[in-house]
Structure formats: structure tokens, C-alpha cells
Nanobody, 129 residues
Framework: QVQLVESGGGLVQAGGSLRLFCAAS????????MGWFRQAPGKEREFVAA????????DYGDSVKGRVTISRDNGKNTVYLHMSRLKPDETAVYYC??????????????????????WGQGTQVTVSP
């Protein structure tokens, strides 16, 4: 059973940057593909980014490409999400997710909620105008 704990959220002005952290425990971290999603009030949970087991393969949602970087440190059991040029409509709860993976690259299902078995509780990101 993998436990995921997100941190790093907070209040940031539009155009600013933020780095989110997801600390994992309870499993062999390097065996898990990881993803970040976000959910704004009244909206569906949206795919933000995904990364494969080794960190050598990544994928991004269309709305964040070029402004967001996902990375991981398997020695620290942590995955990161660096976001820049943030917009007010990106205010949301950001969730980290994990799935046991046997693939060397990011799989298509990494873009969907059903592609993950474990979820964190989320961290709030608020972008002020």
C-alpha cells in the first residue's frame, strides 16, 4: 500500500511560480509511475503531468505544456511539479497519484484517473489576479 503526501501549495500571484512536492512511502517508489492532476471547484479532475518509473519519460496536459515540469528523485521517494506563469483559472486542489508500472515509458492511461491506484489528499493552489 502506497501512501502519498502532497505539499508546497499556497497562494501565488498570477504570473508567479510554485513547486509542489509529493512524498511517497510504503512501496518500492522506483516501481511506480507517477502523475499530477488538479481539480477546481465544480469541475472534473484534470490531468496535469505524468512521469515514468525512471524519470526519463514525461507527458503533459495541453493547457500546461511549456509552463510545467514534472520530475522525480527515486532516492528521496519524491515527485515534483514545478509550475510557472500561473493563471488565476489554475486555482485548484492538486493531487499526486501512483500506479505500479512495468513500462519503460509513460503510458496513455497515465492521462486518466483510472490509470492510477493510489492518490494523495491534495494540496491547495490559489492563484490571485
Amino acid at each position: 500500500q502506497v501512501q502519498l503526501v502532497e505539499s508546497g501549495g499556497g497562494l501565488v500571484q498570477a504570473g508567479g511560480s510554485l513547486r509542489l512536492f509529493c512524498a511517497a512511502s510504503g512501496g518500492p517508489f522506483s516501481s511506480y509511475a507517477m502523475g499530477w492532476f488538479r481539480q477546481a471547484p465544480g469541475k472534473e479532475r484534470e490531468f496535469v503531468a505524468a512521469i515514468n518509473r525512471s524519470g526519463g519519460s514525461t507527458d503533459y496536459g495541453d493547457s500546461v505544456k511549456g509552463r510545467v515540469t514534472i520530475s522525480r528523485d527515486n532516492g528521496k521517494n519524491t515527485v515534483y511539479l514545478h509550475m510557472s506563469r500561473l493563471k488565476p483559472d489554475e486555482t485548484a486542489v492538486y493531487y499526486c497519484a501512483a500506479r505500479r508500472s512495468y513500462s519503460a515509458s509513460v503510458e496513455t492511461r497515465a492521462r486518466y484517473r483510472y490509470g492510477y491506484d493510489y492518490w494523495g489528499q491534495g494540496t491547495q493552489v490559489t492563484v490571485s489576479p
